[in-house]
């Protein structure tokens, strides 16, 4: 099957077969990463399918192959994991805002929360 859309210029599936995440220490476990060196989650670039297609063409052009991206593919593996690392801080950072809870009063929504007296 993968040879066969290998053969009609389609890498997408070789790519994905041959760069399952299965480190359980890496967040895009069962997805698709491309490996730097060892198995550790450090070295796992998760594989976008934008990145994925762009590889694909380049495999068809013969500018890369499915068991080495190339110069181009990497960085722009590298700068999605940095945005993906950035936003995971971002997030990490941001407090988790209580809902506010409603007032019987005409302010409802409350100002600030729990300094209205219930009845």
């Known amino acids: 099957m993968a040879e066969a859309e290998g053969a009609a210029g389609n890498f997408i599936v070789a790519l994905t ?9 890496c967040y895009n476990l069962t997805y698709t990463c491309w490996i730097e060196g060892t198995d550790l989650a450090r070295d796992h ?16 052009r013969g ?18 994991r940095s945005r993906d690392r950035k ?18 009063r005409a302010h409802s ?5 729990g300094s209205c007296i219930r009845r």
């Open 45 to 60: 670039y998760p594989v976008s399918g934008e990145i994925l297609r762009a590889w694909s063409e380049e495999i068809k």
């Open 63 to 80: 500018d890369a192959e499915v068991d080495a991206p190339s110069a181009r593919t990497v960085i722009r593996l590298a700068n999605s």
């Open 17 to 25: 077969t041959k760069w399952l995440c299965t480190n359980k220490g």
């Open 109 to 113: 929504p409350c100002p600030v929360r």
């Open 87 to 104: 936003n995971q801080e971002k997030e990490k950072a941001e407090p988790a805002t209580a809902p506010l809870r409603r007032c019987r």
